[in-house]
């Protein structure tokens, strides 16, 4: 047996061509079958992939034509073109009782004019929400957008702007150059005509009493309200019987082109100078930082950022300036000269005559106004401006009455230069 199996061959035997052809002729009828089997599938596919996005296209062209129908019945104007964009800003305002929301694209010009209401200056935000909205400032200096800096007009008063009608002809004309604000007593509700410069210009105000801490939160009051509109540049506090020295052109061009603040601020000896000063304060304030001055101040916003800001001394004037201690009279010399002295003239812009004595200045009545008494108000003093001697020192004065309004309107033109 085992010279059997040594004798079997080594390799296949040659390929036969014969047994290949009987062999496909045996299953061509299997690979035929294949054949068809797979076309159907084929043919059924392609069926099923056209019903199929029929189906859908029709679905497609039956919610288009929902939404043409829903948006011609509410706006006879035809849809817009659907196209990627960003998301909406939503900016929510209230005016009084009435809240609105805006849901429209809001570019830089836009959302910089948003606040605040040139129209109405007032608005419902807290004491605190004021001053930390107020304190907010860009660290980048230069602006994106077209800026022209304006003046902020702060009027201090118990009630109405006593002297309006010359305040009117003073800022005719010169609209978009100015801002004003005025805090007067809450009780004060006399309607101010839709045609005055100072109607809506009124400010959430709290109830002042002369003398007391409550005179300079009125003054921080003003402040923080003028410095939320970001083109206020520069800030000057006035009151009821006020008036400007000069026109509106020569008063603006002082006052933006000045390089220091005019906040008056002087060490004066004495009982109502140092005999002010509370122990108590040290060691915030000291005895020989103590100093006096006009409460009637002017100022850039950095220094108004600065001012609204402040919560160590105005803390400690709050505890410390009471009874003979007038706030108003020390707390922006003494904070001025301790941490800002460098920025400031050391005078106000504000004439007021304190030649009587007393504790108020005098007042002026009709009878006291000439032409040659407003012509010493205007250039009878000398004094330093951006570091040249000047003779204009003074750019408004106090206190005026009402019974000489008359004679203010009529010496206006020729002598103060108004138009």
Known sequence: MK?????????PPPFSITKLFLH???HLPNLFSYFVIFGFGVALGIALSF????????????????????SSSSSSSPPPNIQPSSPALHLV??????????????????????????????????????LWRASMAP????????????????????????????????????EGLYSIYVHSSPSFNETVPQSSIFHGRRIPSKEVQWGKFSMLEAERRLLANALLDITNQRFVLLSESCIPLFNFSTIYNYLI????????????????GRGRYNRRMRPVIQLEQWRKGSQWFEMDRALALEVISDKK??????????????????????????????RNSNRSLTWVDWSKGGPHP?????????????????????CEYNGKRTNICFLFARKFLPNALDRLLRFAPNVMGFN
């Open 139 to 174: 660290r980048i200096h230069e602006h994106p957008f077209k800026r022209v800096p304006k003046v902020a007009f702060l009027f201090l008063t118990r009630g109405a702007v006593t002297l309006a009608p010359l305040w009117e002809k003073f800022f005719h004309g010169h």
């Open 257 to 272: 082109n000045s390089s220091k603040a005019f906040i008056e601020a002087y060490d004066l000896p004495g009982p109502v």
């Open 24 to 26: 496909l002729q045996m």
């Open 313 to 342: 001394y105005f803390v400690t004037f709050k505890r410390h300036c009471k009874a003979s201690c007038y706030a108003d009279e020390h707390y922006l010399p003494t904070f001025v000269s301790v941490k800002f002295w460098k």
């Open 362 to 382: 005098a007042k002026f009545q009709r009878r006291y106004v000439t032409i040659e008494f407003l012509k010493r108000l205007r250039s009878g003093s000398h």
């Open 3 to 11: 010279n059997t199996i040594q004798q079997q061959p080594q390799h």
């Open 51 to 70: 019903h199929l996005k029929k189906i859908s296209l029709f679905s497609f062209d039956d919610q288009l034509h929902q939404l043409s129908s829903s």
């Open 93 to 130: 305002t209230t005016t009084g009782n009435q809240t609105t929301v805006n849901t429209t694209r809001t570019g830089l010009n836009d959302y910089v004019s948003l606040w605040p209401n040139n129209n109405n200056a007032m608005h419902d935000m807290t004491e605190e929400e004021l």
